[in-house]
């Protein structure tokens, strides 16, 4: 993963040493310790005991923000890393588990129901069609595993929560839907990719 910035060319200007903080970075996903950011005390002029702040991550210099009820912004990525998918997928894959990280639970559920649209016509699925014929189209050519389509249904019908109802998604909604999403991907691009297909 990039980092967030490039410490030797870039660095921030006056950073204190504060309180030691340990916690899985929201940039680059490595559990870090760090000591290095901006205090939040309890007096008006910041001084006093520390109450938040913002942490520079040691590996790849992001910012994580403490806050003083005890959030972090960003927290970490809900889901792993999946290999082999294509780009446009990846990119929306991403966008989801940020979305998370950054409490945005709603979008991050309208954009794994995106996926299964996408996922379908990557996979020769006709533009155009119903969300619930994309559906259908993953599990009649079976690319959900057995007994997964009861996972592929709770998505559509999440998404038609979020899409169409006046309803708030939670942060267990999008992890369900961002674990199920992660699981597909691996069983239709990352999993057939990991073994060479054998020659004649």
Request: charged share 20%; proline share 6%.
């Amino acid at each position: 993963m990039e980092p967030f910035m490039d410490g030797k060319n870039h660095n921030y200007k006056s950073l204190q040493t504060i309180s030691t903080q340990s916690f899985v970075c929201g940039f680059c996903s490595h559990k870090v310790s760090s000591q290095k950011g901006y205090s939040i005390g309890v007096h008006e002029d910041g001084s006093g005991a520390q109450k938040g702040g913002i942490y520079i991550c040691p590996n790849c210099f992001g910012p994580t923000f403490f806050t003083l009820d005890g959030k972090r912004i960003p927290s970490s990525p809900i889901g792993n890393i999946v290999t082999n998918v294509p780009k446009e997928l990846e990119a929306l894959y991403e966008e989801s588990r940020k979305s998370a990280s950054n409490n945005c639970y709603t979008a991050a559920v309208l954009i794994c129901r995106k996926m299964l649209m996408n996922i379908s016509v990557n996979l020769g699925a006709a533009p155009g069609l119903k969300f619930v014929e994309y559906v259908e189209y993953l599990s009649n050519q079976g690319y959900t595993p057995p007994n997964g389509k009861h996972w592929v249904d709770h998505i559509r019908k999440k998404g038609n929560e979020a899409t169409h109802e006046i309803a708030l998604m939670n942060e267990a909604d999008a992890k369900d839907l961002i674990t199920f999403t992660e699981m597909l991907l691996k069983f239709i691009y990352e999993f057939p990719n990991m073994v060479p297909l054998s020659t004649p």
